[in-house]
């Protein structure tokens, strides 16, 4: 029947076209054109999981994942191209002082980062497991929740900056020493902390985005941000403006974007989902409390146990070896952040499948994720060992030329790490917290262990082996038996 339907409407199409007007056949021949359109479209609309096969439930968050992650590449394309347009121009601006002390200001972005106590990862694992048992409710008490809470958490910040501001000496603070840096230290930081504690409440529907499957969406207001950022920072070039008005441009104004986000998916796409003080229900209240403090103490030791490699390679080796092993570290980094965040993109789907209980998709993904990282992570880092003699004189210069037994072990570092990531995604999903607390306290010390003892032994070789020593140890080979007996207990 549908053969016919179609047989008849091809021929409809062709009887009409004969002898028809120009505008007509205009439009004929564009109809293709739009089917084709409608046919793209229709492929990047998100889905709903509620009623769909375990088969058809299972395509749709790969094809969530891979938007994310295509998006999340085009806002890396756009930030790399910000860092490449932005350094040159504003070096040249502010000289080597002011520019020193922009740089020095972005850096407290890390330790402000924790000011949310975890509620932004607790959000988003609890709304994608409210959204796989269909909670709608529950779903609408947790934004509700965070955004209360996070909006809390801003006001104190800004009440604290206030009032301890004029007391602060900041130039003497970071060390600044002419007139102008001195003069523009302090109300460029007020500026900074200012902005970033408005990003708080306004990082809610991000986080709802993501527990829901639809980071995509959120990854593209977040290049939109960074381009309303990069061009603020031009027009502020242009207008040879100081310090503070640069860190308001580039800080600032990617909140409109987030502001935008926020207008449109509350107020036109889920307005049901608004948050409202007489949704907050205290034991759910309680429950998203407990696991943000429980995520907060777990990214504080991801922190500590990822950020001590220098300052034992200066206080075993010397600050001098801290730039080769910096070096090392940063020619395998940008390609397996790329990894790194191809596995991320899964966070949420098995938040929503672990819920659901799908447990055959949460099988397969979740070993398919370990092959394919190690195998992508391995052959990438094989490709930048070979070329390595040549590829790191062009990028760092000939004065800093590591050994191929250090380059090696911090290949195999990165490698064996993927294990890491891809497992600490799926425990982080199912909520299993404490393990991995544990876990990175035992890494922590067996791993500063190892370096020491292979640093006195082997040199900077040494540190690189020893800590991949730990990571398979303490680390990869636990957690990974972990995560396999969870998924093998049902």
């Not at 993904?365 to 092959?371: C, G, N, P, Q, V």
Request: charged residues 15%.
């Amino acid at each position: 029947m549908r053969m016919m339907d179609s047989a008849a409407e091809s021929d409809c199409i062709m009887t009409s076209s004969v002898g028809s007007s120009p505008d007509s056949l205009v439009i004929d021949e564009a109809r293709p054109v739009v089917s084709r359109m409608q046919g793209l479209v229709g492929r990047l609309k998100l889905r709903s999981l509620g009623e769909a096969t375990s088969e058809d439930r299972g395509r749709e968050r790969f094809r969530r994942a891979l938007l994310f992650i295509l998006a999340a590449v085009l806002g890396k394309g756009i930030a790399m191209i910000s860092i490449l347009v932005s350094v040159p121009l504003t070096l040249h601006l502010l000289g080597e002082e002011r520019y020193g002390l922009w740089m020095t200001i972005s850096s407290l972005l890390i330790l402000l980062s924790f000011t949310d106590l975890g509620l932004g990862i607790g959000l988003m694992n609890s709304i994608a497991h409210a959204s796989g048992k269909d909670e709608e409710d529950a779903v609408k008490c947790y934004v509700s929740v965070a955004f209360f809470m996070l909006l809390g958490i801003a006001c104190l910040v800004l009440l604290v900056l206030s009032a301890a501001y004029p007391f602060v000496p900041w130039a003497n603070l970071l060390e600044v020493t002419s007139p102008r840096a001195r003069a523009e230290a302090g109300p460029a930081i007020y500026i900074f902390i200012t902005c970033i504690a408005m990003g708080l409440p306004l990082s809610v529907v991000q986080r709802v985005q993501l527990g829901y499957q639809k980071g995509s969406v959120s990854n593209l207001w977040t290049s939109l941000g960074s381009i309303f950022g990069l061009v603020g920072l031009l027009v502020a070039v242009r207008l040879r403006a100081g310090l503070p008005t640069i860190v308001l441009v580039t800080t600032g104004l990617p909140l409109l974007a987030h502001l935008g986000n926020s207008l449109v998916y509350f107020g036109l796409q889920r307005p049901d989902l608004r948050p409202r003080w007489s949704r907050i229900q205290p034991n759910e209240a309680k429950r998203l409390i407990r696991l943000g403090g429980e995520f907060f103490i777990l990214n504080l030791c991801f922190l500590a146990s990822y950020s001590i490699d220098n300052i034992l390679v200066a206080k075993t080796l010397g600050i001098e070896s801290v730039a080769s092993y910096s070096v090392c570290v940063k020619y395998f980094g940008l390609g397996l952040a790329v990894i790194h965040l191809a596995i991320a993109s899964l966070w949420a789907a098995y938040g929503e499948a672990f819920a659901r209980g799908d447990w055959a998709w949460l099988q397969s993904t979740f070993w398919r994720s370990i092959l394919a990282s190690l195998s992508v992570a391995g052959l990438f880092t094989l490709t930048l060992l070979v070329v390595s003699s040549k590829a790191l004189p062009l990028w760092v210069g000939t004065e800093y030329s590591p050994s191929l037994s250090l380059l090696c072990g911090v290949g195999a570092w990165g490698v064996i790490d993927m294990v890491r990531v891809a497992s600490s995604t799926f425990l982080n999903a199912i909520n299993v917290v404490r393990f991995q607390i544990v876990l990175f306290f035992v890494f922590t010390l067996g791993g500063i262990g190892a370096k020491v003892i292979g640093a006195r032994f082997y040199g900077l070789e040494g540190v690189a082996w020893g800590g991949v020593l730990a990571l398979v140890l303490f680390m990869a080979l636990p957690m990974l038996a972990y995560a396999h007996m969870k998924l093998s207990s049902r």
